[in-house]
């Protein structure tokens, strides 16, 4: 880690503002510069326009089930959001591997796509979370959190001593890329 100010960059916004594709094309810029970067998106899975559910991807590819509607779940459902039915233990299997800490490759992104509700029925998943964000973590993260969620380990993250937060609208979400790519580059001590 450099010794910039900020090393948890946070992007927030509403749902469907565009938060994963600017995650993704930030990702994919930081790359091109030899940063190594790991960590999760979760995206939307759709079916003749009809969105299902979310899955979770890792970095490398390997994708899993977050959440489905719950008239496509066979048997009862333990944890959901609205209509969906949140597949806990499928999440965990790809997303907890996702957020193993490498602290012999740097620079290094740790990317978190998305710190939500659905996300946090994993307690496992919220401990990994806790740790990633303590006052003693060396991590440069790039995460993305609800705009508004009455939740202390959401809003402790949002006011983070060490955390610059972005808020991606409609109206900036096609040029707000370079500014957030700056912050970066700086907390992750490159050109």
């Keep these: 880690m450099s010794n910039y100010k900020y090393n948890f960059i946070i992007i927030t916004g509403d749902p469907g503002v565009g938060k994963t594709t600017l995650t993704k094309k930030l990702v994919s810029n930081i790359t091109h510069k030899g940063v190594k970067c790991s960590g ?3 995206e939307e899975v759709r079916n003749n326009g009809v969105r299902e ?3 979770v991807v890792d970095l490398d590819g390997r994708r899993g089930c ?3 509607d719950q008239t496509l779940i066979n048997g009862p459902v333990r944890c ?4 969906y039915a949140v597949l806990v233990q499928e999440f965990e299997s790809i997303a907890l591997p996702s957020l193993a800490q490498n602290e012999y490759i740097k620079p290094h992104l740790l990317v978190i ?3 939500g509700k659905m996300e946090f029925f994993s307690e496992k998943f919220k401990q990994n979370i806790k740790n990633i964000f303590s006052d003693t973590s060396k991590n440069v993260v790039l995460a993305t959190i609800p705009v508004r969620r009455n939740d202390t380990l959401i809003e ?3 006011n983070h001593s060490r955390t610059k937060v972005w808020t991606v609208t409609r109206e ?3 040029n707000i890329h370079e500014d957030i790519l700056k912050e970066m580059k700086l907390a992750l001590n490159i050109d």
Aim: aromatic share 14%.
């Design 40 to 42: 999760f998106y979760t």
């Design 53 to 55: 559910g979310f899955d």
């Design 66 to 68: 977050l959440a489905r």
């Design 80 to 83: 959901k959001v609205g209509k």
């Design 113 to 115: 796509d998305e710190i």
């Design 156 to 158: 402790s993250i949002r």
């Design 172 to 174: 900036n979400r096609n």
